[in-house]
Nanobody, 116 residues
Framework: QVQLVESGGGLVQPGGSLRLSCTAS????????MRWYRQAPGKERALVGT????????AYVDSVKGRFIISRDNAKNTAYLQMNSLKPEDTAVYFC?????????WGQGTQVTVSS
């Protein structure tokens, strides 16, 4: 079955960095676009960015442009979210996502807390 597992979250000070991983199984990873979302306390889940199947193109929401980088290693069935210059407003649960045919799949999420 399709499974997405995020890891790498934690507590980090403002200005710090974290790298999240999303390990996929149960489907041909290299055939699908991958996305990262986040959900802050009391807010709806929101798209952070997207990476193409081959990893040759990415897109980000304005609030993370220049600070976050999405990449993927298709040989390892893993997508990454490198987060730099973190701000308190980046505090959220981060999820990876893909769509197979018409169905969306989500991981369980990983908590990122940015605080001094």
């Amino acid at each position: 079955q399709v499974q997405l597992v995020e890891s790498g979250g934690g507590l980090v000070q403002p200005g710090g960095s974290l790298r999240l991983s999303c390990t996929a199984s149960g489907f041909i990873f290299s055939n699908y676009v991958m996305r990262w979302y986040r959900q802050a306390p009391g807010k709806e889940r929101a798209l952070v960015g997207t990476i193409t199947k081959a990893g040759d193109s990415t897109a980000y929401v304005d609030s993370v442009k220049g600070r976050f980088i999405i990449s993927r290693d298709n040989a390892k069935n893993t997508a990454y979210l490198q987060m730099n210059s973190l701000k308190p407003e980046d505090t959220a649960v981060y999820f990876c996502n893909t769509v197979l045919v018409t169905r969306q799949y989500w991981g369980q999420g990983t908590q990122v807390t940015v605080s001094s």
